[in-house]
């Protein structure tokens, strides 16, 4: 650019500026490294297949969410979910439309709950749901929808042909006085290899 005076830079003027260029590229550099930092953060938040969020996002903020409902003295409901008859899906029709399953299932949960509760890829075909301030009735109805909305889901996956018909059992639990964030996903549990059952 030119000088304001239209005058012709000089040597004053290139030691100011290599002074301030040296300034600018670590203001640069820190900028992009903190940008990196926050971005490799939340990958490592992330199951990279369904974009929820993965198994010690949800043991880290399944503590918090234990802990702010004793001190609330509010309630913390956890539901348990899993894909019925995963293993025939991925043997008959091959992973890729297992893969696709995981992922429509992962977007029916989050479309499908509050902003704020917690959705997280639980481990294979399993998920959980973690939703503060919500009792039974409330958590039961928000599965109820999620069941619905999966076994309604039909869909093509690009090149991929139509999914198979999905189910999907869940499991509800909510805090009671002393749990422990273990006891809670046990009950949850429970409750989910019961619904399978029948």
């Given at each position: 650019?030119?000088k304001r005076d239209?005058?012709?830079?000089?040597?004053?003027?290139?030691?100011?500026?290599?002074?301030?260029?040296?300034?600018?590229t670590l203001a640069?550099?820190?900028?992009?490294?903190?940008?990196?930092?926050?971005?490799?953060?939340?990958?490592?938040?992330?199951?990279?297949?369904?974009?929820?969020?993965?198994?010690?996002?949800?043991?880290?903020?399944?503590?918090?969410?234990?802990?702010?409902?004793?001190?609330?003295?509010?309630?913390?409901?956890?539901?348990?979910?899993?894909?019925?008859?995963?293993?025939?899906?991925?043997?008959?029709?091959?992973?890729?439309?297992?893969?696709?399953?995981?992922?429509?299932?992962?977007?029916?949960?989050?479309?499908?709950?509050?902003?704020?509760?917690?959705?997280?890829?639980?481990?294979?075909?399993?998920?959980?749901?973690?939703?503060?301030?919500?009792?039974?009735?409330?958590?039961?109805?928000?599965?109820?929808?999620?069941?619905?909305?999966?076994?309604?889901?039909?869909?093509?996956?690009?090149?991929?042909?139509?999914?198979?018909?999905?189910?999907?059992?869940?499991?509800?639990?909510?805090?009671?006085?002393?749990?422990?964030p273990e006891d809670?996903?046990?009950?949850?549990?429970?409750?989910?290899?019961?619904?399978?059952?029948?």
């Amino acid at each position: 650019t030119d000088k304001r005076d239209d005058s012709a830079f000089d040597r004053q003027d290139t030691v100011a500026l290599r002074t301030l260029a040296g300034s600018a590229t670590l203001a640069l550099m820190a900028a992009r490294s903190d940008t990196e930092l926050h971005r490799l953060a939340y990958a490592a938040t992330v199951d990279s297949l369904t974009g929820l969020f993965n198994r010690p996002y949800l043991d880290s903020r399944l503590h918090q969410e234990v802990e702010r409902a004793k001190r609330g003295l509010s309630s913390l409901a956890v539901l348990m979910a899993d894909i019925d008859d995963f293993k025939t899906i991925n043997d008959t029709h091959g992973h890729q439309i297992g893969d696709a399953a995981l992922r429509a299932v992962g977007s029916i949960l989050r479309s499908t709950v509050r902003v704020f509760d917690v959705c997280a890829r639980f481990g294979g075909d399993e998920f959980a749901i973690l939703m503060p301030s919500s009792d039974h009735s409330s958590a039961a109805a928000c599965a109820e929808r999620i069941r619905q909305r999966v076994y309604e889901h039909s869909t093509r996956d690009g090149s991929l042909p139509r999914l198979p018909r999905l189910t999907i059992s869940i499991g509800v639990a909510v805090t009671e006085p002393n749990d422990a964030p273990e006891d809670l996903i046990r009950r949850a549990d429970r409750c989910l290899y019961q619904a399978k059952a029948e």
